[in-house]
C-alpha cells in the first residue's frame, strides 16, 4: 500500500508499506531504493546521481509508527524535505557524514531510468 508520493522537483519519491509482512519500500522514480523490516519504524538510506551536477545526492527516509499514526522524515543532502511534528527543522544541523548501518548504501543511478533517453539526460548534465 503506497502512503507517501513525494515529488521533488522532476523526480518522486514513494514509500509503500505491507502491514502484514512488517515490510516498508522506498521507490525512488519508480526504481527501488530500500526495503527493509521494520517493527515501530526504520530508517532508509539511498543515494542517486544529482540532477545538474556530477555529484551524489544522499536521501534519507526516517519513518515511525505510533499513537498519532505514521510519521515520515525526508531528508536529500541533509536538509529537510517533508517533516513530521517530531523534527526540529526550525535549527538547523551541520553534519559532516551521512551516518548509515550498512558499509555499501544503494545508489540509484539516472543513466539506468527508462523514462529519459540517456542522449537527452547527457545534453542536461551537459548545459
Not at 518522486?12 to 521507490?27: D, F, G, P
Not at 546521481?49 to 498519532?68: E, L, Q
Request: net charge neutral.
Amino acid at each position: 500500500m503506497r502512503v507517501l508520493s513525494l515529488p521533488i522537483g522532476n523526480d518522486l519519491l514513494e514509500i509503500h508499506i505491507n502491514l502484514w509482512k512488517s515490510q516498508e519500500t522506498v521507490y525512488f522514480n519508480g526504481q527501488l531504493a530500500s526495503k527493509k523490516t521494520h517493527f515501530i519504524g526504520t530508517s532508509h538510506h539511498f543515494t542517486t546521481d544529482a540532477v545538474h551536477s556530477f555529484g551524489v545526492d544522499h536521501f534519507r527516509v526516517v519513518t515511525s509508527y505510533g499513537w498519532m499514526g505514521f510519521r515520515y522524515d525526508v531528508f536529500k543532502n541533509d536538509q529537510c524535505l517533508l517533516a513530521s511534528g517530531r523534527t526540529n527543522v526550525s535549527a538547523p544541523k551541520i553534519v559532516t557524514q551521512i551516518k548509515s548501518r550498512s558499509k555499501s548504501v544503494p545508489h540509484i543511478s539516472r543513466l539506468d531510468d527508462p523514462g529519459l533517453p540517456d542522449k537527452e539526460l547527457i545534453e542536461d548534465l551537459l548545459v
